[in-house]
């Protein structure tokens, strides 16, 4: 009997076919073998999804791969009953924390809150009286009058030059003239004065005092309004400088009073100024009873305790 390498049909294939047959066996197996991987795998993921090992879907991975080296249909079915015998666990969702519950809203508003009074602005009439001019400012207003009007600041100046020495070269009667007019200007004055504090609020008072402060313009005073005394000092000061004579050249008469009244008070004894005192405390108690208002904490337990 021939053997088979002397066969005619294999003599005649080249024999560099044999090596690269070699390679082809070997890539085959390694494809059988990643093929049957991934059906394993497709497997496991399935059952776990749908939650039991009987349910499984067949997909065309799962399909069983022959190859002249090995098998799948085996390792397939020996999965499949390994995942039917055990039991799957399956997954608890995690519960959800419970939301705190909110607080439930009270029926009962809160009282409103009441609205500010509408405060108006001050008027023109609500604005004490202005007060009358100087007698030179009367004297400029004349002379002013008088010349002809100077359009440009320079011409104004020279008029106010020329105002100034007319007034310093005047007598006393021509410039008595114009102090006559400011005395009877004053005394109706303090009659349209007097009126306004009579018909005006106190509370549009503080707010007019509030704005003249504001614009650094002189407040008036109320002359019916009885002045709060200032101390026992203050009574001496008023008494004792009707003592005093003329101040000599080069000192106010202020300066004077101050520098001597003071060391006069200051070598009192207590005995010498237990009168002052007493005026003091008189006063106090005719102020604050006209006022219709308390003393202060501190002059109520000063007068108490004298």
Same mark, same amino acid.
């Given at each position: 009997?021939?053997?088979?390498?002397?066969?005619?049909?294999?003599?005649?294939?080249?024999?560099?076919?044999?090596?690269?047959?070699?390679?082809?066996?070997?890539?085959?197996?390694?494809?059988?073998?990643?093929?049957?991987?991934?059906?394993?795998?497709?497997?496991?993921?399935?059952?776990?999804?749908?939650?039991?090992?009987?349910?499984?879907?067949?997909?065309?991975?799962?399909?069983?791969?022959?190859?002249?080296?090995?098998?799948?249909?085996?390792?397939?079915?020996?999965?499949?009953?390994?995942?039917?015998?055990?039991?799957?666990?399956?997954?608890?969702?995690?519960?959800?924390?419970?939301?705190?519950?909110?607080?439930?809203?009270?029926?009962?508003?809160?009282?409103?809150?009441?609205?500010?009074?509408?405060?108006?602005?001050?008027?023109?009439?609500?604005?004490?009286?202005?007060?009358?001019?100087?007698?030179?400012? +009367?004297?400029?207003?004349? #002379?002013?009058? !008088?010349?002809?009007?100077? =359009?440009?600041? /320079? @011409?104004?100046?020279?008029? %106010?030059?020329?105002?100034?020495?007319?007034?310093?070269?005047?007598?006393?009667?021509?410039?008595?003239?114009?102090?006559?007019?400011?005395?009877?200007?004053?005394?109706?004055?303090?009659?349209?004065?007097?009126?306004?504090?009579?018909?005006?609020?106190?509370?549009?008072?503080?707010?007019?005092?509030?704005?003249?402060?504001?614009?650094?313009?002189?407040?008036?005073?109320?002359?019916?309004?009885?002045?709060?005394?200032?101390?026992?000092?203050?009574?001496?000061?008023?008494?004792?400088?009707?003592?005093?004579?003329?101040?000599?050249?080069?000192?106010?008469?202020?300066?004077?009073?101050?520098?001597?009244?003071?060391?006069?008070?200051?070598?009192?004894?207590?005995?010498?100024?237990?009168?002052?005192?007493?005026?003091?405390?008189? +006063?106090?108690?005719?102020? #604050?009873?006209? !006022?219709?208002?308390?003393? =202060?904490?501190? /002059? @109520?337990?000063?007068?108490? %305790?004298?």
């Amino acid at each position: 009997m021939p053997s088979v390498l002397n066969a005619p049909s294999l003599s005649r294939v080249p024999a560099h076919l044999f090596l690269w047959l070699i390679p082809l066996v070997f890539v085959s197996a390694m494809f059988s073998q990643l093929a049957q991987r991934i059906a394993h795998r497709t497997i496991r993921a399935t059952v776990t999804r749908h939650g039991s090992a009987g349910s499984i879907s067949v997909t065309r991975l799962q399909v069983p791969t022959h190859s002249f080296i090995s098998s799948s249909s085996s390792l397939l079915a020996a999965e499949s009953s390994e995942r039917k015998a055990e039991p799957v666990k399956q997954r608890r969702e995690p519960k959800a924390a419970a939301k705190p519950s909110k607080p439930k809203k009270s029926m009962d508003r809160p009282p409103k809150r009441a609205k500010p009074p509408i405060v108006k602005p001050l008027t023109e009439e609500d604005m004490p009286p202005k007060q009358p001019s100087k007698p030179y400012i +009367l004297f400029y207003i004349e #002379y002013y009058r !008088t010349e002809p009007k100077a =359009p440009a600041l /320079a @011409a104004q100046q020279q008029v %106010s030059n020329a105002a100034a020495k007319a007034w310093k070269a005047m007598d006393d009667a021509g410039r008595q003239v114009y102090h006559d007019r400011h005395a009877e200007l004053r005394v109706e004055y303090s009659k349209r004065l007097q009126e306004y504090f009579d018909k005006t609020d106190r509370e549009t008072l503080k707010r007019v005092t509030l704005e003249l402060k504001a614009s650094h313009r002189s407040v008036p005073r109320d002359v019916n309004r009885p002045l709060r005394p200032g101390s026992s000092w203050v009574v001496f000061l008023q008494e004792q400088t009707k003592t005093i004579g003329p101040a000599p050249p080069g000192m106010r008469p202020v300066e004077l009073n101050s520098k001597i009244l003071s060391e006069r008070w200051r070598a009192l004894t207590p005995e010498e100024r237990a009168p002052y005192d007493e005026r003091f405390k008189q +006063l106090s108690e005719e102020y #604050y009873s006209k !006022t219709n208002r308390s003393p =202060p904490i501190r /002059a @109520a337990t000063r007068i108490a %305790s004298e």
